[in-house]
């Protein structure tokens, strides 16, 4: 289980000119060394290993981010399960100061929804109201700004130097316990494909991070930032081993371009995206299961408007091979609007090439749209459902789950966690838009789509969900 690291959100040296501190090269920021962090020799500890000296250079350095945004819970979520009205809802997390002058950078889902955010920097936990610059959803970062002069920012790091092995520091205010620091190494680079956030290239740390890291700093041991801690792999909530941090050139850049405009400008294509499994590369005749498959097509896009549709799958982007949806949204995510790009992909077995000039990414919502609906009606289900309880789309749904008008189809109501459904994908919420490439209006337009289906082979199913929709397929019953 993947875990965001915040308590109480609902995830688990001075130098020249400028008062941005030293950082890799991103556009508008300087790039220089600081000195190097010497072990101190004092009498009696002229034999102990102590990391001390940079703990000292970085600790004042990481603050703590304070939140609170009032909560509501829509009323058939109150009725059904008994849930309380809401109020506010208190959060902390982490940040990092990376300006003299009290620019701060966090995680976007410690700060996303808060209506006062409270920053408190030092040793003495001195207080600042901070305002909010901008977020980037898409990396999960987001930039405080505190009114302040000669604070204790961090040197960034050159994070695309990392090497698996490296000995780095977490610091940051897990469960409240602040100013606190964790050791270990950098156990992975390039990590993705996790469905964290949009653009995923993480860092990888067995430094123990837990809630309440979110937005903190890992360090090297020259005492520069190497990345923003925002993630832990966990099966209790805790930490296991595996945390997760946004690289510190990655960082910069979003810094620079919200500093600069307010939002992080991406090249765009305009397509919903998901892995090609075995299962659907059967299904929809592709040699293998690399590229990346198109699920949706955004009305007025660039890819709409050359042509692309769901059920294309996209294997080739401005001359970079696409092994997986990770691989695309990074290589548009580097391109900026306008850009012109080449495309290649296959539709019904053939391999198909276009030029296109990307868009712009439109501004994103900085928070989920709630939870899996509760049951309000029920339809019996058939064979290649097996175990799942079905309802139409009326209007009570479409206010629950927030549907788009053009979205029709049967609302999944319940699902036995035992079932080929769930085993495939299917959850309580989805709405099944789609069977075989046929699109459903209700449960009985559904049912009667699957039955018509050969028992043989596995049922392709298009489903809306979150704001988006997907491809997965039921595997046949006796190849299970």
Same mark, same amino acid.
């Given at each position: 289980?993947? =875990?965001?690291?915040?308590?109480?959100?609902?995830?688990?040296?001075?130098?020249?000119?400028? %008062?941005?501190?030293?950082?890799?090269?991103?556009?508008?920021?300087?790039?220089?060394?600081?000195?190097?962090?010497?072990?101190?020799?004092?009498?009696?500890?002229?034999?102990?290993?102590?990391?001390?000296?940079?703990?000292?250079?970085?600790?004042?350095?990481?603050?703590?981010?304070?939140?609170?945004?009032?909560?509501?819970?829509?009323?058939?979520?109150?009725?059904?399960?008994?849930?309380?009205?809401?109020?506010?809802? *208190?959060? /902390?997390?982490?940040?990092?100061?990376?300006?003299?002058?009290?620019?701060?950078?966090?995680?976007?889902?410690?700060?996303?929804?808060?209506? &006062?955010?409270?920053?408190?920097?030092?040793?003495?936990?001195?207080?600042?109201?901070?305002?909010?610059?901008?977020?980037?959803?898409?990396?999960?970062?987001?930039?405080?700004?505190?009114?302040?002069?000669?604070?204790?920012?961090?040197?960034?790091?050159?994070? *695309?130097?990392?090497?698996?092995?490296?000995?780095?520091?977490?610091?940051?205010?897990?469960?409240?316990?602040?100013?606190?620091?964790?050791?270990?190494?950098?156990?992975?680079?390039?990590?993705?494909?996790?469905?964290?956030?949009?653009?995923?290239?993480?860092?990888?740390? %067995?430094?123990?991070?837990?809630?309440?890291?979110?937005?903190?700093?890992?360090?090297?041991?020259?005492?520069?930032?190497?990345?923003?801690?925002?993630?832990?792999?966990?099966?209790?909530?805790?930490?296991?081993?595996?945390?997760?941090?946004?690289?510190?050139?990655?960082?910069?850049?979003?810094?620079?371009?919200?500093?600069?405009?307010?939002?992080?400008?991406?090249?765009?294509?305009?397509? /919903?995206? *998901?892995?090609?499994?075995?299962?659907?590369?059967?299904?929809?005749?592709?040699?293998?299961?690399?590229?990346?498959?198109? =699920?949706?097509?955004? %009305?007025?896009?660039?890819?709409?408007?050359?042509? /692309?549709?769901?059920?294309?799958?996209?294997?080739?982007?401005?001359?970079?091979?696409?092994?997986?949806?990770?691989?695309?949204?990074?290589?548009?995510?580097?391109? *900026?609007?306008?850009?012109?790009?080449?495309?290649?992909?296959?539709?019904?077995?053939?391999?198909?090439?276009?030029?296109?000039?990307?868009?712009?990414?439109?501004?994103?919502?900085?928070?989920?749209?709630?939870?899996?609906?509760?049951?309000?009606?029920?339809?019996?289900?058939?064979?290649?459902?097996?175990?799942?309880?079905?309802?139409?789309?009326?209007?009570?749904?479409?206010?629950?789950? %927030?549907?788009?008008?053009?979205?029709?189809?049967?609302?999944?109501?319940?699902?036995?966690?035992?079932?080929?459904?769930?085993?495939?994908?299917?959850?309580?919420?989805?709405?099944?838009?789609?069977?075989?490439?046929?699109?459903?209006?209700?449960?009985?337009?559904?049912?009667?789509?699957?039955?018509?289906?050969?028992? &043989?082979?596995?049922?392709?199913?298009?489903?809306?969900?979150?704001?988006?929709?997907?491809?997965?397929?039921?595997?046949?019953?006796?190849?299970?």
């Amino acid at each position: 289980m993947l =875990a965001v690291a915040a308590v109480g959100m609902a995830l688990t040296q001075k130098g020249g000119g400028s %008062d941005i501190m030293p950082v890799p090269s991103p556009p508008g920021l300087g790039n220089t060394e600081p000195e190097a962090v010497t072990p101190e020799r004092q009498p009696g500890r002229e034999n102990i290993v102590s990391f001390a000296p940079v703990v000292d250079r970085v600790m004042d350095s990481v603050v703590g981010v304070h939140t609170s945004r009032l909560v509501k819970v829509p009323e058939p979520l109150r009725n059904l399960f008994g849930t309380p009205n809401g109020g506010i809802r *208190q959060g /902390l997390g982490s940040g990092v100061l990376v300006s003299r002058d009290g620019y701060i950078l966090t995680n976007n889902h410690v700060t996303a929804g808060a209506q &006062e955010v409270t920053v408190t920097v030092g040793k003495d936990r001195k207080e600042y109201k901070a305002r909010k610059v901008g977020a980037d959803p898409g990396t999960d970062l987001s930039v405080l700004k505190i009114e302040g002069h000669d604070l204790p920012a961090i040197p960034f790091a050159d994070s *695309q130097r990392a090497r698996v092995g490296d000995v780095v520091l977490a610091v940051g205010n897990p469960f409240g316990l602040t100013q606190t620091v964790t050791m270990g190494i950098i156990s992975g680079l390039r990590r993705g494909g996790m469905g964290i956030i949009d653009y995923e290239n993480f860092i990888q740390t %067995d430094a123990s991070v837990n809630p309440g890291n979110s937005g903190g700093a890992l360090v090297d041991m020259n005492g520069r930032l190497v990345g923003i801690n925002t993630a832990i792999f966990s099966r209790s909530g805790g930490n296991q081993g595996i945390g997760f941090a946004i690289p510190a050139d990655l960082a910069a850049h979003v810094l620079a371009r919200i500093r600069e405009n307010g939002r992080v400008e991406r090249g765009y294509l305009g397509t /919903l995206i *998901q892995p090609v499994t075995k299962e659907l590369a059967a299904v929809l005749r592709l040699p293998s299961t690399d590229g990346a498959l198109v =699920a949706d097509v955004t %009305d007025h896009s660039p890819a709409q408007e050359n042509g /692309l549709q769901p059920g294309d799958v996209i294997t080739e982007i401005a001359g970079k091979h696409i092994q997986a949806p990770r691989d695309l949204r990074l290589a548009i995510g580097d391109l *900026q609007p306008g850009s012109p790009v080449s495309l290649s992909y296959i539709r019904e077995g053939k391999t198909h090439s276009i030029a296109l000039r990307l868009g712009t990414t439109p501004p994103k919502e900085e928070e989920s749209k709630g939870d899996e609906p509760p049951p309000v009606a029920e339809r019996r289900s058939e064979p290649f459902l097996e175990g799942v309880r079905l309802s139409d789309v009326d209007d009570d749904f479409r206010e629950i789950l %927030d549907l788009p008008s053009k979205i029709d189809g049967a609302v999944i109501i319940d699902i036995d966690p035992l079932s080929r459904a769930y085993r495939s994908g299917l959850r309580r919420g989805h709405v099944i838009v789609e069977v075989n490439r046929t699109p459903v209006h209700g449960a009985k337009e559904l049912l009667k789509a699957g039955r018509e289906g050969k028992s &043989e082979t596995p049922v392709l199913l298009r489903v809306w969900s979150g704001g988006q929709s997907q491809y997965l397929a039921i595997a046949p019953k006796d190849i299970e």
